[in-house]
């Protein structure tokens, strides 16, 4: 399966609004390697959704460049699988008719990705609900529906929009550990945005900090626990020590503070 | 079970209830026959001259039918233009909308000199006051889709159509459908009102006759042929969407219960 290094370089992106332009995103240089897991970490507003939506070519930046493997990305990318917050699963479709859509739209040979799509199903615990309606499912299994239409086309990029922030802590945990599985399988480049420290720490090889509005880039860490991780890690002391360094860099940035200054 | 039972005996039972009232009210001398006739009078009547009825119903039924298909050929194409080609939306959307200010069932004598006095104008009339709610639906319901679907289509390598035919247009048919049960029912009151402007067949024409020679018998026995027309055409579109949308919020049983 090929496989693409990401590359983001100084962009910047310019919101025109009625109350005058709003800088979302300054100067953000990023590189992603072959097969490596990044997690972008910021604050609400900070532009790290708009970043990912420029790296998949959905939104121009207006100044700067995304290059995607050796290919400069000016429209949207199809090599790539994408988790968004909202599952945006279609109610006209069960839910492998959901994961098919992928395969349908880009006209793959049906029977192999049915199969796959059903492979994947299962790897996620929804064995059995293949044909059910969308709307029987809890939150979580629409989500993990979602992460199955992201894969089921073997991308070379896996790009995800704060895919669990509005799951429980219960099922954001199993979430986790089900993508981590997933992902192990065959570790494509992926790029996870997200404001839950724990689950960056988690889930990525490389953790990066970005500031409030405008979005730039002020801290990038690499994660050096052992894979698989597991739940019982995330009480050790090294997850408590990148917690700790991370929590520093957000108050320094003044996106958390301990006593009220106002 | 129980529920579905209810649904069928409770509209039988009142209908039962009101014939039975309307049988008494004339029965018993009341209203004068010649202003209301007694249904049982009514259905005697529709029975001894149902070729004549048939025959003029089919005629109705085709303009009714002729009409709301255009209707929605019209509003929907319309539709897409003023969602896809901005240009248009901006020249034309206020100009559609204002001409609806205009009672189009005044303009049914301009058709009938344009157009004579056979079925296309009456077809005219009846698209012309049905395609407006199938217009307006079908416009909020291709508008109704959220950009991030947008860009999940557009991840996966599709473009205009695929967004249209994947995306836009399943979310816009509960839209679409709304739309056409109300185009039905216009379409149905553009047939008549053609045929009161001028025709020599048809149920709006049978009305007319016998109201001319102040047959209420045969005037009741036209309307009975007409509600049962406009009726089975409803029907006919519910069933449509009942097929297409199933999968919609408002097609679930359990969510229907509560929201009515």
Not at chain 1, 33 to 40: H, K, L, P, S
Not at chain 1, 68 to 74: A, E
Not at chain 2, 157 to 185: C, D, E, H, S
Request: with cysteine.
């Amino acid at each position: 399966m090929p496989n693409q290094a990401v590359r983001l370089a100084a962009i910047g992106k310019v919101f025109g609004s009625a109350g005058g332009d709003v800088v979302a995103l300054d100067g953000v240089d990023l590189e992603v390697a072959e097969r490596q897991f990044v997690a972008i970490l910021g604050p609400s507003g900070c532009g790290k959704s708009t970043l990912l939506m420029i790296t998949a070519g959905l939104i121009p930046p207006s100044v700067g460049s995304v290059t995607v493997g050796n290919v400069r990305v000016t429209k949207p990318l199809t090599d790539v699988g994408i988790v968004f917050q909202r599952d945006l699963l279609f109610d006209w479709r069960t839910v492998v008719g959901n994961v098919l859509l992928q395969a349908e739209i880009r006209r793959l040979d049906p029977a192999q990705a049915r199969a796959k799509a059903m492979a994947l199903l299962k790897q996620v615990g929804l064995e059995g609900f293949e044909n059910s309606h969308t709307w029987e499912l809890s939150g979580g299994m629409r989500q993990r529906v979602a992460i199955c239409r992201a894969l089921v086309h073997e991308c070379s990029l896996l790009l995800l929009d704060e895919p669990f922030g509005a799951l429980d802590a219960l099922t954001r945990d199993q979430m986790n550990l089900d993508l981590q599985r997933i992902w192990a399988t065959d570790k494509r480049t992926a790029i996870l945005v997200t404001h839950s420290i724990a689950e960056a720490l988690f889930l990525a090889d490389r953790v990066v900090i970005m500031s409030p509005r405008p979005g730039r880039i002020v801290s990038d860490m690499t994660i050096d626990l052992p894979r698989p991780r597991t739940l019982e890690m995330r009480d050790s002391v090294e997850f408590s020590r990148y917690q700790r360094e991370v929590r520093k860099t957000m108050e320094r940035l003044g996106v958390l503070r301990e006593e009220d200054t106002r | 079970m129980k529920a579905s039972l209810l649904r069928l005996a409770a509209p039988a039972a009142i209908f039962v209830v009101g014939m039975a009232g309307w049988q008494c009210l004339t029965a018993f001398g009341f209203v004068a026959p010649y202003l209301l006739p007694a249904p049982s009078q009514v259905l005697r009547r529709m029975a001894a001259v149902h070729t004549l009825l048939l025959a003029h119903s089919m005629v109705t039924g085709l303009e009714i039918l002729l009409g709301f298909v255009v209707a929605v050929v019209v509003g929907v194409l319309l539709a897409a233009a003023v969602v896809y080609i901005r240009p248009f939306e901006a020249a034309f959307y206020p100009w559609i909308i204002a001409t609806q200010a205009i009672p189009k069932v005044a303009l049914g004598p301009l058709f009938i000199v344009w157009l004579g006095l056979g079925l296309p104008p009456k077809v005219v009339i009846g698209a012309l006051i049905a395609f407006f709610p199938i217009l307006i639906d079908t416009v909020v319901g291709l508008k109704s889709i959220d950009r991030e679907s947008i860009f999940l289509l557009q991840s996966m390598g599709a473009r205009r159509w695929a967004i249209f035919r994947y995306a836009q247009l399943p979310t816009a048919l509960p839209n679409l459908f709304a739309g056409m049960k109300v185009a039905i029912t216009l379409a149905t009151v553009g047939a008549i009102v053609g045929e009161f402007v001028g025709a020599n067949e048809g149920l709006g024409y049978v009305l007319l006759f016998a109201n001319g020679t102040v047959d209420t018998t045969l005037l009741f026995g036209a309307l009975v042929m007409l509600s049962l027309l406009a009726v089975v055409f409803y029907l006919v579109v519910c069933l449509f969407e009942a097929v297409f949308i199933r999968w919609h919020v408002s097609r679930r049983g359990d969510v229907a219960r509560v929201t009515m």
